[in-house]
C-alpha cells in the first residue's frame, strides 16, 4: 500500500521480480519507470542514488548522535517528544504482538524515541533502527521516516522497496506530523518484520500522527494563554470534539494564526495560504458576528458558512483576553491583564528577580532589543516567554533557536531559510527559516554567544535592512520581529578575543537583563510550592525539614533545570500516601552531595548513610508517638505500611 500525490492509498505493491530488475536498471544508468514502482518510490531511488549509496555489500560509517547529542536534541523538541510518547505508547498496544516497533523521528532523521516487541526491538538494533541513528534519506536510503520527510506525506517502504538490501528485512509504514502551522515537526513510524505486512499499518499510523497534531493544537491555543478565537468545525454537531474535527485558531484581529489538517480540507486551504489568510476570506459569517456569539454563548454550536456554500457546524472558545470583555476579568486594558499573568506569574519573592521583572514589564511594549544574562537552567527562556507573552506582539509566534544545539552546518539554513535546490539535502519546497517565522512575533535566540561569526555577519545585515534573504537567491523579504537574545557568556571577553562582532553587540543589546542563579535567590521555599503543586496538583505535599535545611545550603550547579529534575524523581518516588518527602526520595548522587561532610572520628567512625538518618528519624518518631505505629506514621507523613516496610529495610 502505498499513498499517492493526493494521500490515497494504492492496494497493489510493485512484485518483488519487478523491484529487482526496476533496480537494476537505475543502477545501469537506464530509465526508471515510474509505472512500475511508483512515483513516490521512483523519486526517493533516485534521490538515494545521487546520495551516492549503494544498495548492495556494507553501509558506510552513519551519523549517530552520542548520548549528549540525543539528550540536547530531546530537550529541543520536548513539545513534540511529550505530546508523541502517550500515542506511541498506544499505538505499541495496538501492535503488541506483531513483532514491530514505534518510533519517533526529528526532521533530521534523528530517531528520537522508540518502543516496542524486545525480540524484533534487538533484531532493529542490527541496523541501527534505535534512539540517536539517522534516518535520512541521504545516509539511508528510501525507508519510510527519510521517504516520509523527503516527500511530506504518509508512506510505507515494504521489504525490497528498501534501497538498501540490507534494510529489505523491514516494513514500514511512517507519517509526517506537522505544527498547527504547517511547519513539520517530525515522523511517526511503525516498523516491523515484512512477513507481518498489514495494509492497515499506515491507516493507524496516519491516525496516531493526527492526534499528537490534535494535542499540539490545543497546548499552543489553549484559552488561559491564547488571546485569539479556537474554532472547532465539522458537518455534523456530534463530530464536534472528536478526533474528526477541525480546529482552526483566529487572532483577535481576524487572521488565521493556526489549523489543523482536517480544518483545511473543510475550508478548501493549504498550508501556504493559510498564513495569508482571514477568517473573513473563507468564512461568510464575519468577525464581529463570531466574537458576538462567542460572548453571548461561546459552548453552543452554530452553523456557519464557507464561501462556496458548505454549511458546518462550529463551536467557539474565546481566549484570555476575549473571555475578560465578556467581564470574567476586571482588568483597566488587555496587555495590562497578559503582564500579570505572564510575568508576575514568575514572582515568587526574591528581590532580585523581582526588579529584572520590573525592568521586563516596562520593556515589553518598546520592542527594544534585550539581551538577557545567566547560568544555564537559570531559567533565561522562561523569562522571554513571559516577556513576548506580556507584549503587543503575544498573539503572533514565539520562535526560539538555541544556537549552540545546531550543527554550524545547519544554522544557517535554520535562520535565514532556503530557496528548493539551495544544497544537497534540502526540502524540495525549500524553508521558510526561523527569522520569517518570527515575523510580527518574537525572535529568541539562545546562546548567541556561541553563533559562528560568519552567521554574526548575516544576522547583522538582517537586523540593519530588517530583511532577510534565503541561502540560494531568490528575492529580499521584509521582516518585523522582537529580537531577545540570551547568553551564559561573557560577550565583552568574547568580543576581546576576536569570537564576537562588537557591532552586532551593541545592535542586540539595546538594554541589558540579569536573571539570578538559584544559589542566589532568597525564595527557594516558595519556588518548591509551586513546583510541587504542578507535579501534583490537589495534594498538600512538603519538604522534610533537615532536607530542606540542606536544599537552601546547595549551591545547585544546574539552576532551575536541576531543581525541576530533582521534584520530579521525589514525586515519581512519593507513595500515594505519603505527604512529606524526604532524603529516601531522592537519587543517590544528589543525597551524597546534600549530606554534611563530617569529617571521620578518632576511631574512624564513617559519617551517616541514609539508611542511618532513616533509622534515626523513624525512631524519634516513635518515640515521640509513644511507640504508637500510626500516630508515628501520620508525624512522618507516610502510611501505616509504609512505615512497616521502612522499619524493615532499616533493621536490615
Same mark, same amino acid.
Given at each position: #500500500?502505498?499513498?499517492?500525490?493526493?494521500?490515497?492509498?494504492?492496494?497493489?505493491?510493485?512484485?518483488?521480480?519487478?523491484?529487482?530488475?526496476?533496480?537494476?536498471?537505475?543502477?545501469?544508468?537506464?530509465?526508471?519507470?515510474?509505472?512500475?514502482?511508483?512515483?513516490?518510490?521512483?523519486?526517493?531511488?533516485?534521490?538515494?542514488?545521487?546520495?551516492?549509496?549503494?544498495?548492495?555489500?556494507? #553501509?558506510?560509517?552513519?551519523?549517530?548522535?552520542?548520548?549528549?547529542?540525543?539528550?540536547?536534541?530531546?530537550?529541543? !523538541?520536548?513539545?513534540?517528544?511529550?505530546?508523541?510518547?502517550?500515542?506511541?505508547?498506544?499505538?505499541?498496544?495496538?501492535?503488541?504482538?506483531?513483532?514491530?516497533?514505534?518510533?519517533?523521528?526529528?526532521?533530521?532523521?534523528?530517531?528520537?524515541?522508540?518502543?516496542?516487541?524486545?525480540?524484533?526491538?534487538?533484531?532493529?538494533?542490527?541496523?541501527?533502527?534505535?534512539?540517536?541513528?539517522?534516518?535520512?534519506?541521504? *545516509?539511508?536510503?528510501? $525507508?519510510?521516516?527519510? /521517504?516520509?520527510?523527503?516527500?511530506?506525506?504518509?508512506?510505507?517502504?515494504?521489504?525490497?522497496?528498501?534501497?538498501?538490501?540490507?534494510?529489505?528485512?523491514?516494513?514500514?509504514?511512517?507519517?509526517?506530523?506537522?505544527?498547527?502551522?504547517? !511547519?513539520?515537526?517530525?515522523?511517526?513510524?511503525?516498523?516491523?518484520?515484512?512477513?507481518?505486512?498489514?495494509?492497515?499499518?499506515?491507516?493507524?499510523?496516519?491516525?496516531?500522527?493526527?492526534?499528537?497534531?490534535?494535542?499540539?493544537?490545543?497546548?499552543?491555543?489553549?484559552?488561559?494563554?491564547?488571546?485569539?478565537?479556537?474554532?472547532?468545525?465539522?458537518?455534523?454537531?456530534?463530530?464536534?470534539?472528536?478526533?474528526?474535527?477541525?480546529?482552526?485558531?483566529?487572532?483577535?484581529?481576524?487572521?488565521?494564526?493556526?489549523?489543523?489538517?482536517?480544518?483545511?480540507? #473543510?475550508?478548501?486551504?493549504?498550508?501556504?495560504?493559510?498564513?495569508?489568510?482571514?477568517?473573513?476570506?473563507?468564512?461568510?459569517?464575519?468577525?464581529?458576528?463570531?466574537?458576538?456569539?462567542?460572548?453571548?454563548?461561546?459552548?453552543?454550536?452554530?452553523?456557519?458558512?464557507?464561501?462556496?456554500?458548505?454549511?458546518?457546524?462550529?463551536? #467557539?472558545?474565546?481566549?484570555?483576553?476575549?473571555?475578560?470583555?465578556?467581564?470574567?476579568?476586571?482588568?483597566?486594558?488587555?496587555?495590562?491583564?497578559?503582564?500579570?499573568?505572564?510575568?508576575?506569574?514568575?514572582?515568587?519573592?526574591?528581590?532580585?528577580?523581582?526588579?529584572?521583572?520590573?525592568?521586563?514589564?516596562?520593556?515589553?511594549?518598546?520592542?527594544?532589543?534585550?539581551?538577557?544574562?545567566?547560568?544555564?537552567?537559570?531559567?533565561?527562556?522562561?523569562?522571554?516567554?513571559?516577556?513576548?507573552?506580556?507584549?503587543?506582539?503575544?498573539?503572533?509566534?514565539?520562535?526560539?533557536? $538555541?544556537?549552540?544545539?545546531?550543527?554550524?552546518?545547519?544554522?544557517?539554513?535554520?535562520?535565514?531559510?532556503?530557496?528548493?535546490?539551495?544544497?544537497?539535502?534540502?526540502?524540495?519546497?525549500?524553508?521558510?527559516?526561523?527569522?520569517?517565522?518570527?515575523?510580527?512575533?518574537?525572535?529568541?535566540? %539562545?546562546?548567541?554567544?556561541?553563533?559562528?561569526?560568519?552567521?554574526?555577519?548575516?544576522?547583522?545585515?538582517?537586523?540593519?535592512?530588517?530583511?532577510?534573504?534565503?541561502?540560494?537567491?531568490?528575492?529580499?523579504?521584509?521582516?518585523?520581529?522582537?529580537?531577545?537574545?540570551?547568553?551564559?557568556?561573557?560577550?565583552?571577553?568574547?568580543?576581546?578575543?576576536?569570537?564576537?562582532?562588537?557591532?552586532?553587540?551593541?545592535?542586540?543589546?539595546?538594554?541589558?537583563?540579569?536573571?539570578?542563579?538559584?544559589?542566589?535567590?532568597?525564595?527557594?521555599?516558595?519556588?518548591?510550592?509551586?513546583?510541587?503543586?504542578?507535579?501534583?496538583?490537589?495534594?498538600?505535599?512538603?519538604?522534610? %525539614?533537615?532536607?530542606?535545611?540542606?536544599?537552601?545550603?546547595?549551591?545547585?550547579?544546574?539552576?532551575?533545570?536541576?531543581?525541576?529534575?530533582?521534584?520530579?524523581?521525589?514525586?515519581?518516588?512519593?507513595?500515594?500516601?505519603?505527604? *512529606?518527602?524526604?532524603?529516601?526520595?531522592?537519587?543517590? %548522587?544528589?543525597?551524597?552531595?546534600?549530606?554534611?561532610?563530617?569529617?571521620?572520628?578518632?576511631?574512624?567512625?564513617?559519617?551517616?548513610?541514609?539508611?542511618?538518618?532513616?533509622?534515626?528519624?523513624?525512631?524519634?518518631?516513635?518515640? %515521640?508517638?509513644?511507640?504508637?505505629?500510626?500516630?508515628?506514621?501520620?508525624?512522618?507523613?507516610?502510611?501505616?505500611?509504609?512505615?512497616?516496610?521502612?522499619?524493615?529495610? /532499616?533493621?536490615?
Amino acid at each position: #500500500m502505498r499513498p499517492n500525490a493526493s494521500g490515497q492509498v494504492i492496494a497493489q505493491r510493485p512484485a518483488p521480480g519487478g523491484l529487482r530488475l526496476a533496480k537494476r536498471a537505475l543502477l545501469e544508468g537506464r530509465e526508471l519507470s515510474a509505472s512500475v514502482v511508483g512515483p513516490e518510490l521512483a523519486r526517493s531511488w533516485q534521490r538515494s542514488l545521487r546520495a551516492g549509496l549503494q544498495p548492495a555489500g556494507r #553501509m558506510p560509517g552513519a551519523p549517530h548522535a552520542s548520548g549528549p547529542q540525543l539528550a540536547r536534541a530531546l530537550e529541543l !523538541q520536548r513539545e513534540l517528544v511529550a505530546h508523541a510518547r502517550p500515542v506511541m505508547e498506544f499505538l505499541a498496544e495496538q501492535t503488541d504482538g506483531t513483532e514491530s516497533m514505534v518510533i519517533l523521528a526529528g526532521t533530521d532523521g534523528v530517531v528520537l524515541q522508540a518502543l516496542g516487541d524486545l525480540q524484533f526491538v534487538s533484531r532493529a538494533e542490527r541496523v541501527a533502527l534505535r534512539p540517536g541513528a539517522t534516518w535520512s534519506e541521504q *545516509v539511508r536510503g528510501t $525507508n519510510a521516516i527519510g /521517504t516520509a520527510l523527503a516527500e511530506g506525506q504518509a508512506i510505507v517502504v515494504h521489504s525490497e522497496e528498501h534501497y538498501l538490501e540490507r534494510n529489505a528485512f523491514l516494513t514500514c509504514a511512517a507519517a509526517p506530523i506537522l505544527a498547527p502551522g504547517g !511547519q513539520l515537526l517530525g515522523v511517526l513510524d511503525v516498523s516491523g518484520d515484512h512477513r507481518g505486512y498489514h495494509p492497515h499499518t499506515i491507516g493507524l499510523v496516519r491516525s496516531a500522527a493526527r492526534m499528537i497534531e490534535h494535542r499540539l493544537f490545543e497546548t499552543r491555543h489553549d484559552a488561559r494563554h491564547w488571546p485569539g478565537l479556537v474554532l472547532r468545525l465539522h458537518a455534523q454537531p456530534e463530530g464536534i470534539g472528536t478526533l474528526a474535527e477541525g480546529l482552526l485558531a483566529v487572532r483577535e484581529d481576524g487572521a488565521l494564526a493556526g489549523a489543523n489538517r482536517a480544518a483545511l480540507a #473543510m475550508l478548501g486551504l493549504d498550508w501556504p495560504r493559510l498564513a495569508r489568510c482571514r477568517v473573513e476570506d473563507v468564512l461568510a459569517e464575519p468577525v464581529p458576528l463570531l466574537m458576538d456569539w462567542v460572548r453571548r454563548s461561546p459552548s453552543v454550536p452554530r452553523i456557519v458558512h464557507v464561501h462556496g456554500g458548505a454549511a458546518l457546524w462550529v463551536r #467557539m472558545e474565546a481566549g484570555r483576553p476575549i473571555a475578560a470583555s465578556r467581564g470574567a476579568a476586571p482588568v483597566s486594558t488587555v496587555e495590562e491583564a497578559a503582564a500579570v499573568d505572564a510575568l508576575a506569574a514568575l514572582d515568587t519573592g526574591d528581590l532580585a528577580l523581582r526588579a529584572t521583572l520590573q525592568r521586563a514589564r516596562k520593556l515589553a511594549p518598546s520592542a527594544i532589543p534585550l539581551l538577557v544574562q545567566g547560568e544555564s537552567g537559570a531559567g533565561k527562556e522562561v523569562l522571554a516567554r513571559a516577556m513576548h507573552a506580556s507584549s503587543p506582539r503575544r498573539g503572533h509566534a514565539f520562535v526560539a533557536v $538555541n544556537c549552540a544545539a545546531l550543527p554550524e552546518a545547519l544554522i544557517e539554513a535554520e535562520l535565514f531559510g532556503y530557496e528548493r535546490g539551495a544544497f544537497t539535502g534540502a526540502a524540495r519546497e525549500g524553508a521558510t527559516g526561523r527569522i520569517r517565522e518570527a515575523h510580527g512575533g518574537t525572535l529568541f535566540l %539562545d546562546e548567541i554567544g556561541d553563533m559562528p561569526l560568519a552567521l554574526q555577519t548575516r544576522l547583522l545585515r538582517v537586523l540593519q535592512d530588517r530583511q532577510v534573504t534565503p541561502l540560494g537567491g531568490g528575492k529580499a523579504v521584509g521582516v518585523d520581529f522582537w529580537l531577545i537574545c540570551a547568553t551564559h557568556r561573557d560577550l565583552r571577553a568574547q568580543i576581546e578575543a576576536g569570537r564576537f562582532r562588537e557591532d552586532l553587540f551593541y545592535r542586540l543589546n539595546g538594554f541589558t537583563l540579569k536573571v539570578p542563579a538559584l544559589r542566589a535567590r532568597s525564595d527557594l521555599e516558595a519556588l518548591l510550592a509551586t513546583q510541587l503543586a504542578q507535579l501534583l496538583p490537589g495534594r498538600e505535599v512538603q519538604v522534610e %525539614d533537615t532536607l530542606l535545611a540542606a536544599l537552601r545550603a546547595y549551591a545547585w550547579p544546574g539552576n532551575l533545570r536541576q531543581l525541576a529534575s530533582t521534584l520530579r524523581t521525589a514525586c515519581a518516588l512519593l507513595d500515594a500516601q505519603e505527604s *512529606v518527602i524526604g532524603w529516601h526520595h531522592l537519587c543517590d %548522587d544528589l543525597a551524597e552531595q546534600l549530606r554534611p561532610q563530617e569529617p571521620t572520628d578518632s576511631a574512624g567512625a564513617q559519617p551517616e548513610d541514609l539508611r542511618s538518618i532513616s533509622r534515626d528519624a523513624i525512631r524519634r518518631a516513635l518515640d %515521640d508517638a509513644g511507640g504508637n505505629v500510626s500516630e508515628a506514621a501520620r508525624r512522618l507523613g507516610i502510611s501505616r505500611n509504609t512505615l512497616y516496610r521502612r522499619i524493615g529495610e /532499616t533493621s536490615a
